[in-house]
């Protein structure tokens, strides 16, 4: 009998501190042992589905009630609910396209870091032997990065959103309902290569080869324009929670689904926000 068929789930799993279920129950199944199997693409949470025979997808999903077929399947339904949710907040996510890097953490606070150099501490210079190298200094920000449950405006051209971001590079822009409507309508994103792009892979890209993201809770008149390589970090502790006892014992009535998260931007003159008439 395989491994993965004899381990007792139970809902103490959801509580091991800095890990999730899936953790846990990949250091108890290790998914590495399952290589040149046909069980090899699927993790510790999929292989606990097929023991029990419970089907998540496509058109012969199972009713919620397979999940409490036993207690061992029932510890299973909260990680489903989890999993559930964090498919949906990603298929809408734009977070990706502007992210420089997300940091992980298992506390409320956490203070980030930055450098600012002068335009003569940026450059290489030539160093005389026996001296001292001259030196770049990074600190951490006076403010904490506020995490919650659940600058200045530049008004210029659109050109100058572009050329304002130097030494930075305008990769991503993110624009309002009403902002994407009036750049789909000038001259330079007729282009016909454009146009190909957005018919083929739905991806918007603008006349200056930055991606164009839709986010219609932004405010109208306005775009962001950034370099998600280095603009904005992302912090969060911990990944979806859910109320794993109320999931297991059925109370679906009051059971909560959260996720903590914080942001804070890596360097302030990476983001800049172009203001313009209707």
């Known amino acids: 009998m395989a491994a993965y068929q004899t381990i007792r789930l139970e809902k103490g799993m959801y509580g091991v501190p800095g890990k999730t279920f899936t953790q846990v129950l990949e250091g ?10 046909p069980l090899e693409d699927l993790d510790a949470y999929q292989r606990q589905l097929k023991r029990f025979g419970i089907h998540v997808g496509g058109p012969g999903s199972d009713q919620i009630e397979k999940f409490f077929q036993t207690g061992d399947s029932a510890s299973l339904f909260p990680e489903y609910v989890s999993r559930s949710v964090r498919q949906g907040m990603e298929q809408e996510n734009l977070l990706p396209s502007i992210v420089a890097t997300t940091t992980m953490i298992d506390s409320m606070d956490y203070r980030t870091i930055t450098s600012e150099p002068t335009e003569d501490e940026k450059s290489l210079k030539p160093v005389a032997e026996g001296t001292e190298l001259p030196q770049t200094c990074v600190h951490t920000k006076d403010h904490l990065v506020h995490l919650q449950k659940r600058g200045r405006m530049l008004v210029a051209s659109y050109e100058a ?9 305008l990769n991503a822009m993110l624009a309002s309902t009403d902002a994407m409507k009036n750049i789909l ?6 282009d ?5 792009n957005f018919q083929g892979t739905g991806e918007l890209v603008s006349p200056l080869g930055a991606n164009l993201l839709h986010d219609p809770d932004m405010v109208a008149g306005k775009i962001v324009g950034l370099d998600k390589t280095c603009a904005l970090e992302m912090v969060q502790a911990g990944g979806v929670e859910t109320d794993s006892d109320r999931l297991i014992d059925r109370q679906l009535e009051r059971a909560s689904v959260s996720v903590i998260a914080g942001f804070a931007r890596i360097f302030d003159d990476a983001v800049r926000v172009l203001t313009y008439g209707g």
Not at 28 to 37: C, V
Not at 185 to 190: A, D, G, L
Not at 192 to 196: K, N, T
Request: net charge negative; no cysteine.
């Open 185 to 190: 309508s000038i001259e330079e994103f007729k």
């Open 161 to 169: 959103l572009w050329g304002a971001l130097s030494p930075y590079r």
């Open 28 to 37: 108890l199944d290790p998914s590495e042992n399952y290589r040149g199997t």
């Open 192 to 196: 016909a290569q454009a146009g190909m």
